[in-house]
């Protein structure tokens, strides 16, 4: 039995065999599998083989005409080597006799060659090193491609353990047989967590090296509200988690009795819960909960999810259904935020080296005009007669929210002069999630309707911490002194214009923060759609003098451990059973 603490990512207890999948890298760990699944594994490094070196050849194709034949005879070395008879036998023979699994044995064999190249005086064979790394993460790719595509068929539930998983790989889960997640990446707003809310599937991330402390087939369990895993768990353990899993299912319908009941302080204050959504269709669950509208759809997952760019008709389709089950309630569309890790195949492939501060986002629309200006119509039409509101991701510069806005407005010219009907009167605002936009919030808020604090990236950008990266994951804290100040600064810009400001980030659904949060005078807080019912309950015990106390009392603190003490212990007061 081992037990790891990673990040507690998305609550609730599963326990189930592992399905584990291997590292993006390729880093494999050693598995071995049972002797009924040697064909398979067998079968899988032969279509993998063969797939490779058919890429190979049409790749040297390409590269005689293109490049002429020297260039080319770079692939005939790589389509010799995977063919060579003696590779395949050498791989096949681990897998028979070792029972390792077909990528385990195919990187021990590359290793293997790729040592002996690099011992030999030779130059030339020194160099071609190289060409083995190359070899080896192709047949790689394959092979674990067709792994990947079998958590889309999922015959029985199962905990996934994996390296990470990627936006597109989530969206393509097979959700009815994924009971957990355990990851060894990320952090708390790492966007593998954001989805694992959104699944409403227990998940701990930031376990370092999960993937090779388990084997696949072997029981796990996962305990998301406190951020613990165990492998290989004792009867006595088991049992202990069964009796967790089910307080927890009682916490959660407890809390649905709550949906019908408004979020209302004791001092009668009416605060906005709306809810944030990934996919079209969740728009009708995320009502469900009891929210009020949909605060955040996040429309790059429409783009992950394809494999293929969107066509217009094809976006316009995804908005409409999500005005559909949106019945009438306000639903912010938020343009595509793609970038950094956010990113798919048919996109630009282009790798910044910094990529959260690279070419992402709105700046990635603004470069990319024609494929945003299709995005836009496709919005403006849908938003047609719906309670839609546009936002803008990412604003750095004022400059950039007025080309957002004026290729908007060029949009909907080029949209009457095709007569195509669509909605002028649309809201626009836009997301306060970089240091610089926060703190010209006075200047942003009169040029726009309302504003959104993505707390995620304010939080990443003001502490210079990266959000998906589990080695700084520690230091990631949006209750630090620095990220409320800009928060509270935001809200009083918002006061001044007169324009609504939320919170749409991942703290709007910690129960932790909420208090917090009203009392820097928020009324409208956007979440995970399972986070509503519980911030309903909170926000229903306490009153805003209350809430005005305890911020306060926060904003006099300079260090991010006395804010976090305190925010538990006024947590406590009021919600004793949160986090069980
Ligand atoms: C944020 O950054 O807080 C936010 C809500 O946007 P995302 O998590 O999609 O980057
Ligand atoms: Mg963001």
Known sequence: MITKKGINASPGVAIGPALVLDAE???????????????????TLDAALETSRQELSELRVAAARKLGDKTAAIFTFH????????????????????????????????????????NVADSYLKE????????????????????RERITKLTEPVVIVAHDITPSQAISLDRDH????????????????????????????ALNDITTDIAGGETIVIDGTHGIVVANPDDDTIERYHIRQREYRAFEEQLAELRDLPAVTTDGVRISLQANIELAAEARFALDTGAEG?????TEFLFLSSDRLPSEEQQFEAFRSAVRH?????????????????MTDYLDQHHDHNPALGLRSLRYCLSHLDMFKTHLRAILRAALDADVRIMFPMITTLMELRQARSTLHDVMEDLEDDEIPFARDVMVGMM??????????????KEVAFMSIGTNDLTQYTLA????????????????????????????????????????????????????LIGLGLRQLSMAPTDVPEIKKIVRSTSIKRCESIARKVMRFDADRQVLNYLRDKLREIDPESGI
């Open 25 to 43: 890298e390729y880093r494999i760990p050693r598995r071995t599998i049972d002797p009924s699944e040697v064909p398979a594994e067998i079968r």
């Open 79 to 118: 389509e010799e080597f995977i063919a060579d008879k003696p590779l395949r036998a050498a791989v096949v023979e681990a897998i028979e006799k070792n029972r390792y699994t077909a990528a385990y044995s195919f990187g021990q064999e590359m290793n293997r060659r790729e040592r002996l190249f690099r």
């Open 128 to 147: 071609r090193v190289r060409d083995l790394y190359d070899i080896e993460k192709r047949v790689l790719r394959h092979i674990l491609g067709r792994v």
């Open 178 to 205: 994924v009971l957990g997640f355990a990851i060894n990446v990320g952090g708390q707003t790492s966007h593998t967590a954001i989805i694992a809310r959104m699944l409403d599937i227990p998940a701990v991330v």
């Open 294 to 298: 949909i605060g955040l759809y996040r």
């Open 326 to 342: 949106a019945r009438g309630k306000p639903l912010i569309i938020r343009t595509m935020d793609l970038g950094a890790e956010k």
């Open 432 to 445: 306060v999630e970089t240091p610089a936009a926060a703190l010209l919030s006075n200047a942003f808020a």
């Open 465 to 516: 911490v990266d959000r998906a990266n589990e080695r700084v994951a520690h230091l990631f804290s949006s209750h630090n002194p620095a990220v409320l100040k800009l928060i509270r600064d935001i809200v009083l810009a918002g006061k001044r214009a007169g324009v609504d400001v939320s919170v749409c980030g991942e703290m709007a659904g910690a129960p932790m923060y909420c208090e917090l």
